[in-house]
């Protein structure tokens, strides 16, 4: 059974910092296409960053290249997104997603080509 559990949401100042992590069961972490979106209370759900597992490829948003950083660690199928510099407009659901095969493409994020979703975790960046 395929499930994506994220952790490590909460609420941070203007230019602190979050990690949030992703755990995937079930799933051939090592050639998988893994991902962040957010959403944001009334904004379409946006990619943040992906990357694939079998070759540590990235992509990442323009609004967060250079404060993000999207990690994995194989042993514990589990990637992670280090936020660095948080701002305001960062504050929505973050969720994880992937997809069991390698990414087909890493020039843009979209919501369909990623078959399973984790249930979100929220960020809260005060000003």
């Known amino acids: 059974q395929v499930q994506l559990v994220e952790s490590g949401g909460g609420s941070v100042q203007a230019g602190g910092s979050l990690r949030l992590s992703c755990a995937a069961s079930?799933?051939?972490?090592?050639?998988?296409?893994m991902g962040w979106f957010r959403q944001a209370p009334g904004k379409e759900r946006e990619g943040v960053a992906a990357?694939?597992?079998?070759?540590?490829?990235?992509y990442y948003a323009d609004l967060v290249k250079g404060r993000f950083t999207v990690l994995q660690v194989n042993a514990k199928k589990t990637v992670y997104l280090q936020m660095n510099s948080l701002k305001p407009e960062d504050t929505a659901m973050y969720y994880c997603?992937?997809?069991?095969?390698?990414?087909?493409?890493?020039?843009?994020?979209?919501?369909?080509?990623?078959?399973?979703w984790g249930q979100g975790t929220q960020v809260t960046v005060s000003s």
């Open positions: 997603a992937a997809e069991p095969f390698p990414c087909s493409q890493l020039a843009t994020m979209r919501t369909d080509d990623f078959t399973d």
């Open positions: 079930g799933y051939p972490f090592s050639s998988s296409c």
């Open positions: 990357v694939n597992t079998g070759d540590g490829s990235t």
